[in-house]
Antibody, heavy 121, light 113 residues
Framework: EVLLLESGGGLVQPGGSLRLSCAASGFTFSDYGMSWVRQAPGKGLEWVSSIRGSGSPTFYADSVKGRLTISRDNSKNMVYLQMSSLRPEDTALYHCARGHRDSDYLYFDNWGQGILVTVSS | DIVMTQSPDSLAVSLGERATINCKSSQTVLYSSNNRNYLAWYQQKPGQPPKLLIS???SRESGVPDRFRGSGSGTDFTLTISSLQAEDVAVYYCQQYYSSLLTFGPGTKVDIK
């Protein structure tokens, strides 16, 4: 069974930093691209970032480019999202999602429950 | 970026009746070299993460009831629920993966009339 478990969320002030983690299990981790998808309260889904199975290349939505950094550690079956220069509009539930394969072009066949990030003073 | 739009924003359908959701992309998501549409559909119930229903515009995932059907090509797509059940109340999203800058539609909320 594929499991994705996010952690590291919380309340952070505008301009602050946070690192999200996603622990994956139940599949050969390095064989899949991984992504982060967020959902602001009461809003729709917004793709944030993706990373290939080997760790590169990486891809970012324009809204987060230069502020958020995706990475992975295949030895630990972990994917991370380093978030800096956070803004109130980054407030959302952040889902870790598995791509359907190791590709630049992904749909998502498994999702974590999500972790809440709140950016507020 | 490829912009995805959906219509309607919401709809209410009687149990057992048909629900139809439309999704349109700002440019084609049909890859000519393999003749495949890079379009997926998801269902999201309250308090749950999204669930993949359909990939490649019309390929139903394992375990998804056959009342869910995806169709369309190029820029215009449809998700049809042929006979709405109570458990189908949810928000439905389309997503393109033709571009590595992935984008979702805004969602369509489906309720029981």
């Amino acid at each position: 069974e594929v499991l994705l478990l996010e952690s590291g969320g919380g309340l952070v002030q505008p301009g602050g930093s946070l690192r999200l983690s996603c622990a994956a299990s139940g599949f050969t981790f390095s064989d899949y691209g991984m992504s982060w998808v967020r959902q602001a309260p009461g809003k729709g889904l917004e793709w944030v970032s993706s990373i290939r199975g080997s760790g590169s290349p990486t891809f970012y939505a324009d809204s987060v480019k230069g502020r958020l950094t995706i990475s992975r550690d295949n030895s630990k079956n972990m994917v991370y999202l380093q978030m800096s220069s956070l803004r109130p509009e980054d407030t959302a539930l952040y889902h870790c999602a598995r791509g359907h394969r190791d590709s630049d072009y992904l749909y998502f066949d498994n999702w974590g429950q999500g972790i809440l990030v709140t950016v507020s003073s | 970026d490829i912009v995805m739009t959906q219509s309607p924003d919401s709809l209410a359908v009687s149990l057992g009746e048909r629900a139809t959701i439309n999704c349109k992309s700002s440019q084609t998501v049909l890859y000519s070299s393999n003749n495949r549409n890079y379009l997926a559909w998801y269902q999201q119930k309250p308090g749950q993460p999204p669930k993949l229903l359909i990939s490649w515009a019309s390929s139903r995932e394992s375990g998804v009831p056959d009342r869910f059907r995806g169709s369309g090509s190029g820029t215009d797509f449809t998700l049809t629920i042929s006979s709405l059940q109570a458990e189908d109340v949810a928000v439905y999203y389309c997503q393109q993966y033709y571009s590595s800058l992935l984008t979702f539609g805004p969602g369509t909320k489906v309720d029981i009339k």
